[in-house]
């Protein structure tokens, strides 16, 4: 069964700081991939995703993530963080039929 | 409003009650989603439409658990004789393409309904 795992469950940074979560997935066969974020109080948004093309996909707010197929990563990034980018963060993969969630990272940024 | 609805947005129950979890999808959206998220976890896949028919409902826990979207649009999640397990947030999701195109369509989700067995 299609699996994704994230690291570092908590992470806390100041602003300005650079960001990256980590993002792996265990399906071999095609797979479109997803990062979506929950800001307090709200429901999940999309972030990003990668159905094919370039592997170095560019989302809302400055975020980005790069798809390394033989990795199975696609690990999300941001240059500069700010204090409003405090959330959770959920890397998705779809594969047979489905959407597996990782269990995501709280992100803290502090002014 | 433009968005997925959930209903209620917080449930309490005693163990051995019968819920009903309530969800509008998105107007004109094909496929239908429920995920069951607990606690410092990420959401679990519980069951999947497509129009009114339920084309996977792999992801339910147990016999408890059903779900149905009998026009198509609106969907319940019922939970028969509840658990204390079965204490999560309840997501909905919805995305515009069918089975088929299902792959390269974003889901859209709702805030989820918060229940909790006493």
């Known amino acids: 069964a299609q699996s994704v795992s994230q690291h570092n469950h908590h992470v806390i940074l100041s602003e300005a700081a650079s960001l990256e979560l980590g993002c792996n997935y265990s399906?071999?066969?095609?797979?479109?991939l997803f990062w979506y974020v929950q800001y307090p109080g709200q429901h999940l948004q999309l972030l990003l995703k990668?159905?094919?093309?370039?592997?170095l996909v560019k989302g809302i707010k400055g975020f980005e993530a790069e798809f390394i197929k033989s990795k199975f990563s696609f690990n999300l990034r941001k240059p500069s963080v700010q204090w409003s980018d405090t959330a959770e963060y959920f890397c998705?993969?779809?594969?047979?039929?489905?959407?597996?969630f990782g269990k995501g990272n709280q992100v803290v940024v502090i002014p | 409003g433009a968005g997925v609805s959930q209903s209620p947005r917080y449930k309490v129950a005693k163990r051995g009650q019968d819920v009903a979890l309530r969800c509008d999808p998105i107007?004109?959206?094909?496929?239908l989603f429920w995920y069951q998220q607990a606690l410092g976890q990420g959401p679990e896949f519980l069951t999947y439409?497509?129009?009114?028919?339920?084309?996977?409902k792999s992801g339910l826990p147990s016999d408890r658990f059903f779900a149905e979207r009998p026009e198509g649009s609106v969907s319940t999640l019922k939970i028969q004789r509840t658990q204390q397990e079965d204490s999560a947030v309840y997501l909905c999701?919805?995305?515009?393409?069918?089975?088929?195109?299902?792959?390269?369509?974003?889901?859209?989700f709702g805030d989820g309904t918060r229940l909790s067995i006493l």
């Open positions: 990668y159905f094919s093309g370039d592997p």
């Open positions: 439409f497509q129009n009114e028919a339920q084309l996977d």
């Open positions: 999701a919805s995305s515009l393409g069918g089975s088929s195109l299902f792959s390269n369509q974003p889901q859209h």
């Open positions: 998705a993969a779809y594969g047979n039929n489905r959407l597996a």
């Open positions: 399906y071999g066969g095609t797979v479109n």
């Open positions: 107007s004109g959206h094909v496929s």
